[in-house]
């Protein structure tokens, strides 16, 4: 083995982007045999969340409840924003980087034993690394967020207490399969027999269910084992003998969260005997949840919303959400996205609602240029006084939508957690409109 001397977080991720498996290998061999030789496990309850869309804010609605009610969480999620950090949240806080640096020499070491060297990717380095991580902590729950699909996700090797699904839909097709069914099939992965799981997605593929009953999981489904009632004011839960009633809607804003927040209870009920949790910390959990990127409204004028928003669902539950808002005088937009994705789709759902486009390049070879963009939306645009620029950056393209906004107008980033986290650096922008008196 090579001896490595990296010192930094950033030192490591370079490393780890490249290293790549010797041969395409479907299978969770690899990143399971340096999990075995570093003796991996956690001794707490885990639970493992999959789905196209929802699967942060049900993550972040999770731990909230779980921190209201005392108890010590880590929670995995990707991708991040801004920093690496963010990806391993302990008690609320990012991961301290010196911690994934220890970590991921432990992974390398493992990875290389005894001279026997087994190839591991990105993904799978760094997910080993904050596993390592976790289990040095004492915590009474752990959170796992699958990062593609779920049969075959890294996430995939720690066998959980509970499972929850959350929406089903078109996204990574390449990869997971070209139609719902087929991308059911490797979302329902993460089933384990007699372990219970959560499906939140009201229209679940076939394929989910068939695999529950398949590997014989525990299934908890919205609109047959748990239903969610409300008016304007307040909502309510009831499943299997337990009932939760006049609870404010989620602090997390857009009408999908209350899906989300149903799947939560459903999970939080199923495991009532491992983790108790009092209808106060519930109560109180759903209304202090944050996650910056969803559907996330920024005070001042104008209106700025930023959502990482980057296949058809979830364009189309922005563009209700929006819709849902009010009247705006005109609407803004920054869009920056990747290659892979149904970009066709996605501006003809959101198209009719945008007045100014202002599309971006984004920092990775992964994503269509804002000219690709500009020339896309160019071929299907039918609406006429709708104007679209090119920027080389999200912060540029955001600056010059609010040079040219008026205070009661809106402007909306979306189409990449790439996107979204180029406006967030140096933190949320305060903004106000250049037509108002500065203070």
């Known amino acids: 083995m090579q001896q490595l001397n990296l010192h930094t977080l950033d030192e490591w991720l370079a490393h780890c982007e490249r290293l790549h498996p010797s041969a395409i290998d479907l299978s969770l061999e690899r990143v399971r045999s340096v999990a075995q030789r570093m003796g991996l496990h956690f001794t707490c309850p885990v639970i493992t969340v999959a789905g196209t869309n929802g699967k942060g804010s049900t993550c972040a609605m999770l731990e909230s409840i779980l921190r209201q009610a005392g108890y010590h969480t880590g929670v995995y999620?990707?991708?991040h924003l801004l920093r690496f950090e963010e990806r391993l949240r302990l008690d609320g806080e990012p991961v301290d980087a010196a911690e994934l640096v220890a970590s991921c020499a432990v992974v390398e070491s493992a990875r290389a034993q005894k001279g026997v060297e087994i190839s591991l990717t990105y993904f799978e380095?760094?997910?080993l690394a904050i596993f390592d991580v976790m289990r040095q902590h004492q915590l009474d729950v752990v959170i796992?967020?699958?990062?593609?699909?779920?049969?075959?996700?890294?996430v995939n090797i720690i066998e959980s207490d509970c499972a929850i699904i959350t929406s089903i839909d078109l996204d990574h097709t390449a990869l997971l399969g070209p139609d719902r069914e087929a991308i059911g099939y490797e979302k329902a992965g993460i089933m384990r027999t007699g372990k219970p799981v959560v499906v939140s997605d009201p229209l679940p593929p076939q394929s989910v269910l068939?695999?529950?009953?398949?590997?014989?999981?525990?299934?908890?489904?919205v609109g047959v084992?748990?239903?969610?009632?409300?008016?304007?004011?307040?909502?309510g839960w009831?499943?299997?003998?337990?009932?939760?009633?006049?609870?404010?809607?989620?602090?997390?804003?857009?009408?999908?969260?209350l899906v989300n927040a149903a799947g939560v209870l459903a999970a939080l009920s199923a495991l009532r005997a491992q983790l108790p949790v009092t209808a106060q910390a519930l109560r109180s959990g759903l209304l202090a949840a944050e996650l910056p990127g969803r559907f996330q409204i920024v005070p001042g004028q104008p209106t700025l919303v930023l959502d990482v928003a980057h296949n058809p669902h979830a364009v189309?539950?922005?563009t209700a959400n929006l819709d849902a808002m009010g009247y705006f005088p005109t609407t803004h937009a920054v869009l920056g996205a990747m290659a892979d994705k149904d970009l066709v789709t996605?501006?003809?759902?959101?198209?009719?609602?945008?007045?100014?486009?202002?599309?971006?390049?984004?920092?990775?070879?992964?994503?269509?240029?804002?000219?690709?963009l500009l020339a896309l939306w160019q071929r299907q645009n039918t609406r006429a006084n709708v104007s679209a620029r090119c920027f080389g950056d999200p912060q540029s393209a955001l600056r010059e939508a609010l040079a040219g906004a008026d205070p009661a107008d809106r402007i909306v980033v979306f189409g990449s957690f790439y996107t979204v986290g180029g406006v967030l650096k140096g933190g949320v922008p305060r903004l106000q409109a250049q037509h108002l008196p500065h203070a």
């Open 210 to 221: 068939d695999h529950a009953l398949e590997v014989g999981a525990d299934l908890w489904r």
């Open 316 to 318: 189309a539950t922005l």
């Open 225 to 235: 084992d748990f239903n969610v009632t409300g008016d304007k004011q307040q909502w």
């Open 77 to 79: 999620t990707s991708p």
């Open 144 to 154: 796992l967020e699958v990062g593609l699909g779920g049969r075959l996700d890294a």
């Open 125 to 127: 380095f760094t997910t």
């Open 346 to 372: 996605m501006l003809a759902c959101i198209g009719p609602i945008i007045d100014q486009w202002y599309f971006t390049d984004l920092p990775t070879e992964r994503a269509l240029s804002a000219a690709q």
């Open 238 to 257: 009831a499943g299997r003998g337990r009932r939760y009633s006049g609870l404010a809607y989620p602090a997390l804003r857009g009408a999908n969260q």
